[in-house]
Structure formats: structure tokens, C-alpha cells
């Protein structure tokens, strides 16, 4: 460990972006702790560490045990260190150690003060996913404390979140769009925040939300303890540190065995493959021997949709994490997958961010990552906390310029990744796949629930009754864009499916679409002309069939009762117009010369109606 008292950047490894604020800086390099070293050698409050233990935690790992000592001193902390070496309880004790929960020693001066009840420290984390997952960390670590921590995100009702603040609560860990909001209607009280912590602020920078990381810290007491953790080091994420930060030691996580990017534990496999190729080459290296959680990563959301449902077709389980799903179906798959439901999770980059599943064995690159901070966190979601990873990224042709970038930058020594196919020798001795391995998994090993093993839970918020709650006006009956296996959050959607690529099977409306001509519905080229002969619009007709119905079926009905094709009746409360009458009398005239010359009679509202 090296500390440079002068408060001068005197290592030569130190960030030249960091070394614009060396004269506010205190840097230090975290050597590997001692196995025997344990939190309560730190001073951590015993209830914490009973908690830990209770959880099978009891060492802390390099930069844990570097920072404890700053943090649990009040001092600011800019902390340093590659995805996956347990920065939440780097900057999650110290927070929880400073909060004073209900009947503790000093509540009852909060409460002679009247300020027993609101936030006294704020974690601020670029996704939700990373929010909830903060939230549980810290829930575990205060089992035995009577600290409440209140979890605030969008995407859920505001209601329950406001009842929480209202009751009161020590710890708040939130994302900064919903923090601002609760704020700015007065519901979330921040000026007596003593604990101000900043959980991955690059990615903050990446997203947008500087300026509204910004405004919460303007709204927070000036004398605080401000902890910022960050991978790396950008030029406004240093800025805002100069700006907020008093005097901060820099402290970064240094293993002398493992000084690349990436970590030493994953084991990095790249390959060119065929884009035609890649789901028999996938289903075929999921079944390697050994592997457990798997988290493949696409980089659209449509694909993300396509591959799982694919899987899933194939026998695996299979779980879609991408921001077209709500926030309910989100949850369900994170959910799913964390309690061992489905083991694999098809995601992109943004809804990945802040996975942290420390058993994740694999994880395939489906394909090339934008760039290379994409590929180090992608990778990153694999060999956490002291465990070996596999990381498999997939390589197309055009994809290869990218890669070869993404390969310089990360000094990975694979700029032409060997060209493999699902039948290559050298895939299944790679990976350990059995011989003989097909794209489809064996009934046999089919024992894993999947998605419907898990609860969806119904979060009362705006998009469940938008977008997850209400039947959609669309012909096809596709299902929801959020509900899981195209729907389950609710029913029909306001978008019909687009085949596999619709979120966890909307090519189901393809198919009630067909069904629903199979029962007597017009074709389509039928329909489009009984529009062009003054039939009401769809939209009109759409309303008038919903208008007093309970359900789908009924509407079915109700379009199954209807001739395949005719001349249209008039519609009531449409006027037509003189050529509209006039084509419509020629359609009549046609219609009698292909008959003969022959009439028929018909009758409307009890009058005769000569056909």
C-alpha cells in the first residue's frame, strides 16, 4: 500500500485525468488483503458483521478492506476498481454504519430535533436494475439493525414509494429520475443527508445523467461525507469530483497478477461466426459441461426477444431483459434468474447494467459489443468475486473492423478470431461440449421451471395500466411489447406481434391474424375494397365491435358472424358523397349484369330495397 501524504500524484500509474485534480488528492493502491483479515478487524458495528456472516461473508476483498478504514473515518472517497470486486460494501458498511435506525443509540435526539424519520444517507445508481440490486445488498448487511432503506425507481408506482418515504426511512438508494421527481413534490427530504454515495458514475455520464446527479448534490447539506466509485476515470466524471468532493483519497483496487483490463479469472474465447449459424452454435455450447448461470448479450432489443424466444423453443430456459419489456417483466426475469428459474438471461447492454450474479459461469457476446468499455463490462458480468468465467464473444464478418479496434485497445491478441461453425472440432474441445451435442437440449435435462415459475408482480405503475393492463384495438391480437411471453403483464398490447422478434413471442399476432380469416373474416384484399366503397374506417368499425365487450372472444364472434365478402351497407352517421353514391350504384348494376340481368329483393328498416 502507498499513500503520497502531499496530496501529489507522485506513482507514475496514476490516471492522467485523475492527475488534474492532484492537488485535492490522495491516492492510494490497494494491495491484496490478507485471507485472515476480517470486518470486524476494520471496526465495522458488530450487527453488520454478524449480518455479513450470516451470508457466508466474511472477508472483505482488496477494495472493501482499502476503503473501510477512509470511509468508516468520514472522509470522501473516489474508489477505483474493475466490475465484480464488491464496491457495494466498499461504500454500502460505511453508509449503514453512520445511519441511526429507530430505538438506536441517538434516535431520541432525531426525534427532539423532529428529523427522526428522514433520509440520512442517499445512493444514487445509474439503472434500476443496480438500484435493486444495492437495495438487497444493503438489506442484508442491516438484517440486524432496524435501519429501513427504501428502494426508489421508476417504472413503479409513485403512491407506494411516497407512503414509504412518509413512514420514514434512514438509507434511500434510488436512480436520479425518480429521486428528482419525489424531490420536487416535496416527498423526498434530502436536506439531512449526512451520506452522499455516487455507484458507477461513469456509466451516469454514459447515460446522461450528470446534470441530474448535479442537481440531487445541490439539493444535499454542503457538510457531508461524498463517496463517488466509478470504473473509470472520464473528464466529467473528474470535474464533478473537483467540484463536489472535498479533498478525496483516491483509492483503487491494484492486483500485481493481474494487470490488464480485463479480469484474470474469465477465460476469453473469440470466434468468427456465421450469423446464420449462431443459434445452432449457442445451443450447442450451452450444453458444456459445467455451465451454470449463462448471460448472453445482444445489442438490439429485437434481438435480445428473438434469441430467447429461440432458446426457449429449443428446450433451454430462457429468460428477454431489454427495455422494451415494463418494468414488471423486467423484475420477473432478474427475479427468475437469480432464484435458479431460468439459468439463461438474453440481455442488452443498458438493461444489463448492474447485473451482479456473483455464480455466473458464461456469458456469450451473441454479437460484437460497440466498443471496447461494452466488452469489458460485458465480460465483467462473469468471474465476480473471486470465481472463473468463460467469456465467448461472436464475430461476424462485418463486425470484423470493430473488433479489431476493440481487440487493439484491449490487448486481447486476437485480432483474427479463428473462423468456427456450430460442427467445429475446435468449439467442442473449447468448451467441453460433449460429442454428439445437438442445437436442441434433451428432454431429459429440460427440469428448470423458466419464466412462468415466477411470480409477476404488478407494480400499479402508469406503464401497467398503458401498456401492460388494457386490451389493445389492434386487428391482430398480438400480444403486449411488456408482458412476458408476449403478454403476461396483462394481456393484448397496443402493438401487434412482429414474429419472434416482438418480446417473448409476439409472432403470436401473425397467427391470430391467419386464424382469425380461417373463422370467416374477409381477406385482406376484400376488406381494402369494401373501404374504397364507403365502408367506415377501421378505427370506426374497431370501436363500434369493442364498444360494451368484455373480451376477445367476443369481438372474434362478432367478425366471425360476418359474410366473407358483400356489397356494404351504408353506415350510420357516415354521409355519402355524390360520386361515393354514384360508385356504389355502378357496383350494384355489376352485380346484377354478372347475375343475369336478374334482381333480388331486400329489405332495410321495412322498406323495400331493390338490389
Known sequence: MTQNSEHTPASADLDPTVAAIAEDIVTE??????????FADFGVHPAIVEALEAKGIVHPFPIQAMTLPVALGGHDIIGQAKTGTGKTLGFGIPALQRAIGPGEPGWDGLEAKGTAGA?????????????????????????????????????????????????????????PGRLI?????????????????????????????????????AAVPAVRQTMLFSATMPGPVVAMARRYMTQPTHIRAADPEDEGLTKKDIRQLVYRAHHMDKDELVARALQAEGRGRTIIFTRTKRTAARVADELTARGFAAGA?????????????????????????????????????????????????????????????????????????????????????????????????????????????????????????????????????????????????????????????????????????????????????AARGGGRGERSERSGRGRGEAPAEQRAGARSRGEAPAEQRAEGRGRGRG?????????????????????????????????????????????????????????????
Request: charge should be neutral; aromatic fraction near 4%; proline fraction near 5%.
Open 29 to 38: 493502491d490497494a494491495a491484496p488483503v490478507a485471507p485472515e483479515q476480517t
Open 119 to 175: 433520509p440520512q444517507a442517499l445512493i444514487v445508481a445509474p439503472t434500476r436494475e443496480l438500484a435493486v440490486q444495492v437495495a438487497g445488498d444493503l438489506t442484508a448487511a442491516a438484517a440486524r439493525r432496524p435501519l429501513r432503506i427504501a428502494t426508489i425507481y421508476g417504472g413503479r408506482a409513485y403512491e407506494p414509494q411516497i407512503e414509504e418515504l412518509q413512514r420514514g426511512v434512514e438509507i434511500v438508494v434510488g436512480t
Open 181 to 217: 421527481d419525489l424531490m420536487r413534490q416535496r416527498h423526498l427530504r434530502l436536506d439531512l443527508v449526512n451520506t452522499v454515495v455516487l455507484d458507477e458514475a461513469d456509466e451516469m455520464l454514459d447515460l446522461g445523467f450528470l446534470p441530474d446527479v448535479e442537481t440531487l448534490l
Open 321 to 501: 431483459l431489454h427495455g422494451d419489456l415494463g418494468q414488471g417483466a423486467r423484475e420477473q426475469a432478474l427475479r427468475a434468474f437469480r432464484n435458479g428459474k431460468v439459468d439463461i438471461l438474453v440481455a442488452t447492454d443498458v438493461a444489463a447494467r448492474g447485473i451482479d450474479v456473483d455464480d455466473v459461469t458464461h456469458v456469450f457476446n451473441f454479437q460484437a459489443p460497440e466498443d471496447e468499455k461494452t466488452y469489458v463490462h460485458r465480460v465483467g458480468r462473469t468471474g465476480r468475486a473471486g470465481n472463473k468465467g468463460v467469456a465467448v464473444t461472436l464475430v461476424d464478418w462485418e463486425d470484423m473492423p470493430r473488433w479489431s479496434l476493440i481487440d487493439k485497445a484491449l490487448g486481447l491478441g486476437q485480432p483474427e478470431p479463428v473462423e468456427t461453425y456450430s460442427s467445429s472440432p475446435h468449439l467442442f474441445s473449447d468448451l467441453g461440449i460433449p460429442k454428439g451435442t445437438k442445437g436442441r437440449l434433451p428432454q431429459a435435462k429440460r427440469v428448470l421451471e423458466g419464466l412462468e415459475g415466477e411470480t409477476l408482480e404488478d407494480l400499479g405503475g402508469p406503464e401497467a395500466k398503458q401498456r401492460d393492463g388494457g386490451r389493445g384495438r389492434g386487428r391482430e391480437g398480438g400480444r403486449s411489447r411488456d408482458g412476458e411471453r408476449g403478454g403476461r403483464e396483462g394481456g393484448r398490447g397496443r402493438r401487434s406481434g412482429e414474429g419472434r422478434d
Open 551 to 611: 373480451d376477445g372472444r367476443e369481438r372474434t364472434a362478432s367478425r366471425s358472424e360476418a359474410p366473407a365478402a358483400r356489397t356494404p351497407e351504408p353506415v350510420a352517421g357516415v354521409e355519402l358523397t355524390d360520386a361515393r353514391r354514384a360508385e356504389r350504384a355502378e357496383a350494384r348494376a355489376e352485380a346484377r349484369r354478372r347475375r343475369g340481368g336478374r334482381t333480388r329483393t331486400r329489405r332495410r328498416n321495412g322498406e323495400v330495397v331493390d338490389g
